[in-house]
């Protein structure tokens, strides 16, 4: 019975207890780092990757769950580093220490994905789940409006 | 402030020719631990220097020595030196350079770091400019004085001839070193002061940052740690036969206590094939503890020791002037008591290094803010030369002080050491919250006296914390005389004035946390001076400004001016003259502070509805003298906001019979975005020379709060934090 699961586009064997979180998976065997620990309890956000284009936290989702499922990771949700959220990150010169960033940004992709011009309110109510010690909320705030506003001359 | 006294004679002691390029290194002053007197100064620490690598084809390298954790010091300092070497900044990579006192004073605290390497940073600079020109006009066979130096090119002036950094590489790395230099003007700068970006941004928004807890090395095995809740205590009894029976596990190891500053505080850890598999084991240690001399320790009860010690008198510090004399004479009396508990830095990148001990080498990659100390205590440890052992510094996913302190690398190599296996340890949160090394617990009694006018004539400030200088002695049972110094040296410089230390043993160990012991000096004398004004009837600016006038300390003339300027400019900038407009339930409160040689005030503007406070607006000011770089300045006054917040409404350890409560970010409320407010930054430019920015921001946000709740609703806090959780 071998099952697998899709992560950023390629298909790889599920070869592990399958209790284990998709963030341990992801960091200590396929060694994909942009995926970061920091509570472990669904508390922090660091973790965050996307399940069919919806945030989830990776340290509390079992990879039995995932089972043929579509993961996306930050190495995974551009090709050059340009989605407009990532653009607009550089633009606000976003991350301090960066560690959280990966699970900002792609908690702010799932965001945008399913509200393209959220309201400041539904910003803060969507990222509320990613916290930055090193505070840089107010950044992160105006890079997602940014990108919102890229997003829709785009489209 | 007694930190200005270092020697700035930094000159250029070697250059050496690396394959085909030139290398510049400098002498540096003293590291910011001695300066504080945190630690005591070594013959070695003075020793020091930096590097400029270039090659063949123009590509250069600048080595940072200071250590990275967001604070963006590798981007700041890096690009000083290209701009007094005329380097151009896109040709310009940056590398962290590993533990070596090559690179100067490495460990990162204390907001030092451009305090004590932008001049020798930009002499290095300058001298590799003056180098190049050299080798040029060697070339060309005319006189330096001909020649200029531009964007990675030398021109000589007189026929407009130009070769590359990259083709003068090798002939001047053979030019003598120049005695002197002569810096650039201010108004020749093309980087320093500007809004340049962070050389690793584009790393990482795309997820491909290293930090210390990402690197991988061949044939590595990870493991989870449980460690002694209590301070002192030890193993008792281990069963570790549920854990070994799970799959992936590989061994089981025990830690005990090493019993040094940055010693592991003892556990237990297992080792496996991955981390999550590590951490499962771990709990399924059958584990009892001996807990040793401190196991009743109760914060709750601790803190009511301390009120009551700083509530009584304590042990003379310094004394000015005649203070019962002042006390006799006033007209108001004015007394107050604050307090602030335990505060775990919580960096949202755990403790984490990957550590392998072999026979005759060890080698640590690491997350720190202190690799020559991770080589002092491996060298202890494994009792081989520090300067064998190999640290390669790895990014910090924030750090605060916290990775200062790496009994997790110590851990990670007895692992390594009793396993064979090259070990990477990431502590768990639940680990990292509950033993760590923690902010003070503390105290603070004021009694001040005003006469008629309102003028401050006596001031009597009592503080009582568990302090720093008990991870180095532990015997010490009050803060030190030293560790009193910024109160005595505070700039309201009170004429009548007698300091006193309570007594406060530690129960846990202490350890600088961002803005160190500035937090609560901060807190109580920007609180206290607002509860001053409004028994003087007096608002709080004009009421801070008649203090600073009443200074008439000879030597603080000048910082009381820059005090005053960032205070003027938060009060301006605010609507603080425009208080009496705001809708009922809103108020601004002010404070201004100095601290590691920086000037940082702060208006903030609540709104506050019954129990709810809610910060709308923050105008922050700050004068660090000649600023890097402006957007790195702009956010660590942000981040200091975040941080301040985070400890002014709601962090705090608790500890009950000896161990933390606190286990995660559900009971360790740190700030989240929803609770953001509006931050403005404004950048006071002054030409003296920089003064670091990691921390003075976060000391004023308390105060000012407070101020502010009191000035909407006439509510008054003075505890740390206003709201704290029931764990
Ligand atoms: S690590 Fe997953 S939410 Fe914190
Ligand atoms: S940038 Fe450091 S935690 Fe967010």
């Known amino acids: 019975m071998s099952q697998s699961i899709v992560i950023n586009g390629k298909t790889y064997p599920i070869d592990v207890d399958e209790d284990m979180p998709l963030l341990w998976f992801l960091r200590d065997h396929l060694a994909l780092t942009g995926t970061k620990y920091g509570c472990g309890s669904g508390l922090c956000g660091a973790c965050t990757v996307h399940v069919n284009g919806q945030a989830v936290r990776s340290c509390v989702t079992p990879i039995k769950t995932l089972r043929n499922q579509k993961i996306t990771t930050i190495e995974g949700l551009s090709n050059n580093g340009d989605h407009p959220l990532q653009k607009a990150w550089l633009e606000n010169k976003v991350p301090q220490c960066g560690y959280c960033q990966a699970g900002q940004i792609m908690n702010a992709a799932s965001l945008l994905a399913e509200n393209p011009m959220p309201s400041d309110d539904e910003i803060e109510t969507a990222m509320q789940g990613n916290i930055c010690r090193c505070g840089t909320y107010q950044r992160i705030k105006k890079a997602i409006s940014d990108a919102a506003i890229t997003l829709k001359k785009e489209a | ?727």
């Not at chain 2, 301070?231 to 570790?240: I, P, T, V, Y």
């Not at chain 2, 409160?589 to 702060?602: D, I, P």
């Not at chain 2, 402006?630 to 956010?635: F, I, N, Q, R, S």
């Open chain 2, 1 to 727: 402030m007694n930190t200005n006294k270092i020697s700035r004679r930094n000159f250029l002691k070697n250059t050496s020719i690396a394959a085909g390029g030139l290398f510049v290194s400098v002498v540096i002053p003293a590291s910011p631990l001695v300066e504080k007197g945190i630690i005591e100064a070594k013959a070695s620490d003075t020793s020091l220097n930096a590097f400029i690598h270039i090659a063949d084809n123009g590509d250069t390298t600048i080595y940072c020595g200071r250590c990275e954790m967001g604070q963006g010091i590798s981007t700041a300092l890096p690009a000083a030196v290209a701009d007094e070497m005329e380097a151009d900044w896109q040709r310009v990579k940056v590398k962290q350079g590993d533990a070596d006192e090559k690179y100067g004073p490495q460990g990162t605290g204390g907001s030092a770091s451009i305090r004590i390497m932008y001049q020798p940073m930009r002499e290095a600079g300058a001298k590799a400019k003056a180098m190049l020109i050299a080798a040029a006009a060697k070339v060309w066979k005319t006189s330096p004085e001909n020649c200029i130096a531009q964007s990675h090119f030398v021109i000589n002036q007189l026929n407009q001839q130009k070769l590359g950094y990259g083709e003068l590489a090798s002939i001047a790395a053979n030019m003598p070193i120049p005695e002197q230099v002569t810096l650039k003007n201010k108004s020749e700068f093309n980087y320093i002061g500007k809004n340049l970006p962070r050389h690793d941004q584009s790393e990482v928004v795309v997820g491909k940052r290293i930090y210390g807890v990402d690197v991988k090395i061949p044939n590595l095995k990870y493991a989870a740690i449980i460690h002694c809740p209590v301070l002192g205590g030890k193993l008792k009894s281990l069963d570790k036969s549920e854990a070994l029976k799970r799959k992936g596990v590989l061994a089981v190891v025990e830690i005990p206590r090493f019993d040094v500053p940055f010693g592991s505080i003892g556990g237990v850890a297992v080792v496996a094939t991955n981390t999550w598999i590590a951490q499962q084991a771990a709990k399924q240690l059958k584990i009892a503890w001996d807990l040793g001399k401190n196991a009743n320790y109760d914060t709750q009860e601790y803190k009511k020791q301390l009120v009551n010690n700083v509530e009584h008198a304590g042990v003379v510090t310094a004394e000015r002037g005649n203070i019962k004399q002042a006390f006799n004479e006033a007209k108001h009396i004015v007394k107050a008591t604050y307090t602030g508990g335990h505060l775990s830095h919580a960096p949202i990148e755990p403790n984490a290094s990957v550590v392998w001990v072999q026979p005759h080498r060890c080698e640590v990659w690491a997350s720190t803010q202190s690799p020559v100390d991770i080589q002092n205590v491996l060298g202890q440890y494994l009792k081989r030369d520090p300067k064998e052992i190999i640290v390669h510094v790895a990014m910090a996913g924030g750090a605060f002080g916290r990775k200062y302190k790496c009994d997790y690398v110590h851990e990670a190599a007895v692992i390594s050491e009793k396993t064979g296996f090259p070990i990477q340890l990431i502590w768990s949160r639940e680990e990292d919250m509950r033993t760590g090394y923690y902010h003070s617990i503390n105290a603070q009694h004021i009694e001040a006296s005003m006469d008629e006018q309102g003028n401050v004539t006596g001031w009597l400030h009592r503080a009582a914390f568990p302090s720093i200088s008990t991870l180095f002695n532990p015997s010490l049972v009050r803060p030190t005389a030293r560790n009193l110094d910024d109160i005595n040296n505070h700039l309201f410089g009170i004429e009548n004035f007698r300091c006193e230390s309570g007594e406060a043993k530690a129960h846990t160990r202490i350890g600088w946390y961002r803005a160190v012991y500035a937090i609560f000096y901060g807190f109580a004398f920007g609180t206290f001076a607002d509860e001053l004004a409004h028994k003087a009837n007096k608002d709080t600016f004009t009421f801070l400004n008649q203090i600073f006038d009443n200074n008439h300390n000879l030597q603080q003339q000048s910082d009381v001016q820059r005090a005053k300027k960032v205070l003027a400019t938060v009060a301006e900038s605010s609507a603080w003259f425009d208080r009496d407009k705001l809708p009922q339930g809103q108020g601004i409160g002010l404070a201004v502070h100095y601290s590691f040689q920086s000037f940082v005030a702060m208006a903030v503007h609540v709104e506050v509805k019954g129990d709810d406070i809610r910060v709308l607006n923050v105008d922050c000011a700050i004068d660090c003298g000649q600023v890097l770089n402006t957007d790195g300045a702009t956010a660590q006054m942000e981040g200091a906001v975040v941080m301040g917040m985070s400890l002014a409404l709601s962090t705090e350890i608790t500890f009950r019979e000896g161990a933390v409560v606190n286990s995660n970010f559900h009971n360790y409320p740190v700030l989240r975005i929803n609770a953001m407010p509006n931050v403005n930054v404004h950048i006071v430019h002054s030409d003296f020379s920089p003064t670091g920015l990691g921390e003075p921001g976060v000391a004023p946000f308390a105060p000012a709060l407070s101020n502010a709740v009191y000035a909407a609703s006439k509510k008054r806090y003075r505890d740390l934090p206003f709201k704290p959780l029931a764990v």
